[in-house]
């Protein structure tokens, strides 16, 4: 499955950011990596050194950049809002096995602008709004 339409999208955003947080939310982070440089994976984490460690255990990749993480109030929340936030502005959100560990990865955001550029313009600015809506 690719992206769905913008109307769905600022549908299920709108309805999600009206939702109160639940209880099984609390802080954390989000976190970001990008795959050869346009492939954008996002999550959220409790504990995000620990997070980072297992990634790179159990999906190793030697052309995987680490963005700093952002540091949010309810994890969940924000990740959710930040999917939706990501799956608007992307080119794409590709559902392919993993070239690294075989698996299926999901909620990965493809940007075409360069590393660099699409942290700073579009990725970055995203998480922080997400953050605090
Ligand atoms: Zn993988």
């Known amino acids: 499955m690719s992206r769905r339409s913008p109307r769905v999208l600022r549908g299920l ?6 939702r109160s ?3 099984a939310d609390g802080p954390g982070f989000l976190y970001a990596y990008v795959d050869y440089g346009h492939r954008w994976k996002i999550g959220m984490a409790k504990n995000f050194a ?9 999906c190793p990749s030697s052309n995987r950049r680490w963005m700093p993480p952002i540091v949010v109030q309810s994890r969940r929340r924000s990740e959710s809002l930040a999917h939706l936030l ?3 502005w992307s080119a794409d959100r590709p559902r392919l096995y993993c070239p690294h560990c075989r698996r ?13 550029f699409a942290w700073r313009n579009i990725v970055h600015p995203l998480l922080v709004r997400a953050a605090r809506a």
């Open 13 to 18: 955003y709108a309805s999600r950011r009206s």
């Open 21 to 23: 947080t639940s209880l």
């Open 50 to 58: 620990r997070r980072k460690r297992e990634w790179d255990k159990e």
């Open 86 to 88: 990501l799956e608007f």
């Open 104 to 116: 299926r990865h999901v909620e990965v955001f493809e940007f075409p602008e360069n590393r660099r």
